[in-house]
Structure formats: structure tokens, C-alpha cells
Nanobody, 120 residues
Framework: QVQLVESGGGLVQPGGSLRLSCAAS????????MGWYRQAPGKQRELVAA???????NYADSVKGRFTISRDNAKNTVDLQMNSLKPEDTAVYYC??????????????WGQGTQVTVSS
């Protein structure tokens, strides 16, 4: 069982910033990719940003230049720094971790979600 604990959501005005954090713990040999997804009302869940164990990153076009994903492999944490927030960034944000449970066995886990609301 791998648990993810998210924090950092909230209400912010357009143009503001928020930082989301996610900490992973539990039974796993190693963590592979870590990422953040979001789901707005009436829309499908979408990838926001992801980062590999080696530090390679991938961003949705809509957040490039505004959001930065980072991870601390020693602490098993992944952060999402969100700047220049727009109302269309409003969504529930979910942390996702892909891990190796033991040799040859992989899995993934989702956080409980944290609400981000961008509104004046």
C-alpha cells in the first residue's frame, strides 16, 4: 500500500501563485515517475506536469512557462509551483506516483485531490 498526502490548495486571485506538495510513503522499492493531474467540473482528468526519477519533465501546453514541477527523491516528495494562475486553472489537482513494488512488479497510486480555485 502506497499512500500519498497532498497539501497546498486553496483560493487565489488571478495572477497569483500557489505551491502544491505531495508526499509518498509505504511499501515500495522505488519511485519512478511522479506527476500532477487536474480535473475541472464536467471535464476529464488531464495531465498537468510529470517528472521522471532522472528529472526529465513534461508539461501540458496550457501551463508551460507558468508551472514548475520538482521532486525530492530522498524525501519521496513532488511539488508543483503554480505562478500566473488563471481562472481556467481552477480544478481539483491530484498527485500520481508510479512505483516499483518489487522486482518486476509496478503500480501507481493517487492522492485524494486538493482544490485549487482561481477567482477574484
Amino acid at each position: 500500500q502506497v499512500q500519498l498526502v497532498e497539501s497546498g490548495g486553496g483560493l487565489v486571485q488571478p495572477g497569483g501563485s500557489l505551491r502544491l506538495s505531495c508526499a509518498a510513503s509505504g511499501n515500495m522499492l522505488s519511485i519512478n515517475a511522479m506527476g500532477w493531474y487536474r480535473q475541472a467540473p464536467g471535464k476529464q482528468r488531464e495531465l498537468v506536469a510529470a517528472i521522471t526519477s532522472g528529472g526529465s519533465t513534461n508539461y501540458a501546453d496550457s501551463v508551460k512557462g507558468r508551472f514548475t514541477i520538482s521532486r525530492d527523491n530522498a524525501k519521496n516528495t513532488v511539488d508543483l509551483q503554480m505562478n500566473s494562475l488563471k481562472p481556467e486553472d481552477t480544478a481539483v489537482y491530484y498527485c500520481n506516483v508510479q512505483f516499483t513494488r518489487r522486482i518486476g512488479v509496478r503500480g501507481d497510486s493517487w492522492g485524494q485531490g486538493t482544490q485549487v480555485t482561481v477567482s477574484s
